[in-house]
């Protein structure tokens, strides 16, 4: 039986280079792995417990139930003004829940990305594993693939070697995590 990764885009743009790297990973997969890249993040709304309620919205129930049928997670976010993407975290906020139940519990859950600045989002990265820590899944620590948008030298991230194989190994060591 494969292992399904739920792969979360923590940017909306259609060509940014982070849903490349995404397609990327997903093309990179192991033997066994599949990566479900999620649409409709930007169909969540806000985070508002007035609306988690027995009959959540149908965005919510759609990203809770790819979540559930996942194995695992990979999340692959640049960098806003230093921190997390604003639809990432709304995300985030909604998969952690039920507090001490959500569907990500325990679940292994890796972050890659890139972003413009020269240390490629490390700082996102960081607050999004810190977030995710403490939403319920298990951060796998040792993936840390955080790219400057110079990397790419404006070629699709799968034009660049070093690029494939750091975002191959990355899956790969999630994939493992999974066990």
Do not use: C
């Amino acid at each position: 039986m494969a292992q399904t990764i739920l792969t979360l885009v923590g940017s909306l743009r259609a060509a940014s280079v982070n849903r490349q790297l995404a397609e990327l990973a997903a093309e990179n997969a192991p033997d066994g792995v599949v990566l479900n890249i999620y649409e409709g993040l930007d169909e969540l709304p806000f985070y508002n417990e007035d609306l988690d309620t027995d009959t959540p919205p149908a965005a919510v129930v759609a990203l809770r139930a790819a979540a559930a049928e996942a194995d695992g997670a990979l999340v692959v976010t640049p960098e806003y003004n230093g921190t997390i993407p604003g639809v990432l975290k709304n995300a985030i906020d909604w998969l952690s829940r039920p507090w001490g139940a959500s569907d990500l519990k325990d679940k292994p859950v890796a972050v890659i990305g890139s972003a413009l600045g020269q240390y490629g989002g490390v700082w996102a990265h960081d607050e999004t594993r810190k977030s995710l820590g403490i939403a319920g899944p298990r951060v796998v620590e040792s993936v840390k693939v955080s790219l400057p948008g110079s990397a790419f030298d404006g070629k699709h991230p799968r034009e660049n070697a070093d690029v494939v194989t750091a975002v191959r190994e990355a899956v790969g060591t999630l994939a493992a995590e999974v066990g």
